[in-house]
T-cell receptor, first 116, second 120 residues
Framework: AQSVSQHNHHVILSEAASLELGCNYSYGGTVNLFWYVQYPGQHLQLLLKYFSGDPLVKGIKGFEAEFIKSKFSFNLRKPSVQWSDTAEYFCAVITDSGAGSYQLTFGKGTKLSVIP | DTGVSQDPRHKITKRGQNVTFRCDPISEHNRLYWYRQTLGQGPEFLTYFQNEAQLEKSRLLSDRFSAERPKGSFSTLEIQRTEQGDSAMYLC??????????????????FGPGTRLLVL
């Protein structure tokens, strides 16, 4: 079964610091990759997605992620975080497993706290 | 706003009672998904529909859970004889896909605000 690992449970940064959140998935076939964000009191929102093409994808609010197929990774980055980036971030993957099972699998999430 | 909506937003019930949640997807979205999220975890897939057909159910979905999407628009998720372990956030998502293949390249799911269930 496919799985998604997010390496950090809670990250605390000062404003203007750079951010990188790790995400690794377990399946080697065709994948759709996503980062979702959940701001306090709000619902899950799509931050960015990768389907094919340029492995460096840009999302909203200055976020970007890089798909490295050889490492089964899809890390999220932002060069300079703001207090308003305080949220929980979820990496998710859906694969063409070919085994008849089809589901979007999420990591456990990384809580980001940005200190003003 | 024409996003995914869910009702109710919060539900408190006593153990053993039945509860039903409703999800209204984005208009014209043909796929609808149900997820469960507990504290400290990411959402876990429960089941999904394409139009009115339920195409997959997770092993997490015990016999006490049933989901319907009778007209291919809104969906309901019912939990019978609730247990304390059912306490969670129940999320609905929808998407628009073309074709009937299970895996659809470039599908994006959009999530609703969730229904938070507390079983006492």
């Amino acid at each position: 079964a496919q799985s998604v690992s997010q390496h950090n449970h809670h990250v605390i940064l000062s404003e203007a610091a750079s951010l990188e959140l790790g995400c690794n998935y377990s399946y080697g076939g065709t994948v759709n990759l996503f980062w979702y964000v959940q701001y306090p009191g709000q619902h899950l929102q799509l931050l960015l997605k990768y389907f094919s093409g340029d492995p460096l994808v840009k999302g909203i609010k200055g976020f970007e992620a890089e798909f490295i197929k050889s490492k089964f990774s899809f890390n999220l980055r932002k060069p300079s975080v703001q207090w308003s980036d305080t949220a929980e971030y979820f990496c998710a993957v859906i694969t063409d497993s070919g085994a008849g099972s089809y589901q979007l699998t999420f990591g456990k999430g990384t809580k980001l706290s940005v200190i003003p | 706003d024409t996003g995914v909506s869910q009702d109710p937003r919060h539900k408190i019930t006593k153990r053993g009672q039945n509860v039903t949640f409703r999800c209204d997807p984005i208009s014209e979205h043909n796929r609808l998904y149900w997820y469960r999220q507990t504290l400290g975890q990411g959402p876990e897939f429960l089941t999904y529909f394409q139009n009115e057909a339920q195409l997959e159910k997770s092993r997490l979905l015990s016999d006490r859970f049933s989901a319907e999407r009778p007209k291919g628009s809104f969906s309901t998720l019912e939990i019978q004889r609730t247990e304390q372990g059912d306490s969670a956030m129940y999320l609905c998502a929808s998407s628009l896909v073309f074709g009937t293949r299970l895996f659809v390249h470039e599908e994006t799911q959009y999530f609703g605000p969730g229904t938070r269930l507390l079983v006492l």
